[in-house]
């Protein structure tokens, strides 16, 4: 059978998110909360052999950030051509009058950025089922968590992908409404960071904007605090990204909290080392330390996994390294203890700022091994934060390192 226009469509919606069919299947089924979708059935549906029931089309829809309304209306009409194709009474004029989406319906869901989509939904809650509803909000999750092993260049498409499917849903939340509000906001803040890491600081910015139109809307501050820390990175002067983080901190207070409270509190020991403030740098990086004895980031909300005892020693390292204070050394001899082999795994800004620390301690070799860890993590997973530690790491190398100095600072550039 010749490969119709509807078939077309789901080709196009598919490459438009940058999935592979069997990608295709895995966010259908994610969406559906069952494993029936496969890759043939993909490949398929794309061939014109099959056109999906409307209950699929409805998470096919879903997955792909638009209404189910949509995609059932255009299923509707191929198969009514299909009909007359079979009988051959077929109209040229009548088909041209049914176009498919592709034409004005899709170029009105595109042109909108996904930001612009998700806050045209924000609060217009309708009706969806609860698993679909939990489903959508596991996969948000799962993003983040998945953020620690993946580059930003990798997880960029998918989470906006998930981001759309969640904007989709949204309109028909109704008890669901909340949550999904939140979780919506959690992966726009996860595409804001994957744009930031990129160097789209514009996409960043509206990213965490519409974030905090989320926290607003749901009435949850700690999506307002998240936005804020992740948008203190791209501030343009320390005090304005500890002024950032100052207010975010105002949303993380209270049980629950304190992996977050520990990440911000050390982002603001960081921003205010970087300014010369020592006094508020070693206050804010004790209240940090203080706070993450009584977190769990395994426990928290998915987007504190990220903070792990080895970030907590990577922020600690960067405050007392900028202030010269004399802690630098022992806090690094116990960052080294705490990593043992697990130095390629432990994270590239970790890395960087141990090995920044131990050169600026004295203790060189220790400080070389770590640095080429630094620099095979770097590669593996090049971040813009990472890049910054190159900086520092190659000015501090002594000169028979010159190669791996060479070496970083291409990566810096």
């Known amino acids: 059978m010749e490969t119709d226009e509807f078939a077309e469509l789901l080709l196009r919606l598919r490459k438009r998110t940058g999935r592979t069919q069997e990608q295709q299947a895995d966010a259908i089924n994610a969406v559906s909360g069952r494993e029936t979708m496969t890759r043939r059935e993909i490949n398929r549906y794309e061939h014109g052999e099959n056109i999906p029931t409307n209950h699929t089309l409805a998470h096919i829809a879903v997955a792909c950030g638009l209404p189910p309304e949509h995609l059932q209306r255009e299923a509707a009409a191929a198969r009514a051509r299909r009909r007359k194709a079979r009988r051959e009474e077929e109209d040229q004029d009548d088909v041209k009058r049914r176009t498919l989406l592709g034409g004005a319906v899709v170029g009105a869901a595109a042109a909108a950025e996904p930001w612009e989509r998700l806050a045209h939904a924000i609060g217009k809650g309708r009706k969806i089922d609860s698993d679909a509803a939990d489903t959508l909000v596991d996969r948000a999750c799962f993003l983040h968590m998945s953020e620690g092993h993946r ?39 996860l595409a804001g960071w994957a744009a930031w890491d990129l160097g789209d600081h514009p996409r960043a910015h509206a990213y965490y904007k519409v974030t905090m139109e989320c926290a607003e809307a749901a009435g949850h501050p700690p999506l307002r605090a998240l936005a804020l820390a992740y948008a203190s990175y791209g501030a343009a002067t320390p005090e304005k990204a500890a002024e950032l983080l100052a207010q975010a901190a105002k949303g993380v207070r209270g049980p629950g909290n304190a992996a977050a409270a520990a990440w911000i509190y050390g982002r603001l020991a960081e921003e205010a080392a970087s300014a010369g403030d020592g006094t508020n740098a070693l206050r804010a990086m004790d209240r940090a330390r203080f706070a993450y004895d009584f977190a769990d980031h395994t426990a928290e909300q998915a987007w504190v996994r990220f903070v792990t005892p080895y970030r907590i020693d990577s922020l600690a390292l960067s405050v007392y390294g900028q202030l010269g204070r004399p802690e630098l050394n022992e806090t690094a001899d116990h960052a080294v203890d705490r990593l043992g082999r697990e130095l390629p795994e432990a994270g590239v800004v970790v890395l960087g700022d141990l090995a920044s ?37 190659a000015a501090q190398l002594p000169a028979s390192e010159h190669e791996l100095a060479r070496r970083l600072q291409q990566f810096a550039a």
């Not at 949204?170 to 992966?187: D, F, M, Q, Y």
């Not at 091994?369 to 590669?379: I, L, N, P, T």
């Open 151 to 189: 580059t930003a260049q990798d997880l960029q498409s998918e989470v906006e992908a998930h981001l759309d499917a969640i904007t989709a849903a949204l309109p028909r939340a109704g008890e669901n409404e909340r949550k999904l509000t939140i979780a919506a906001g959690e992966t726009a803040a």
């Open 357 to 393: 620390a131990l050169l600026r301690g004295g203790d060189v070799e220790q400080g070389v091994y770590v640095s080429r860890q630094f620099a095979a993590a770097s590669d593996a997973r090049p971040t813009t934060m990472g890049r910054a530690r190159a900086r520092a790491v």
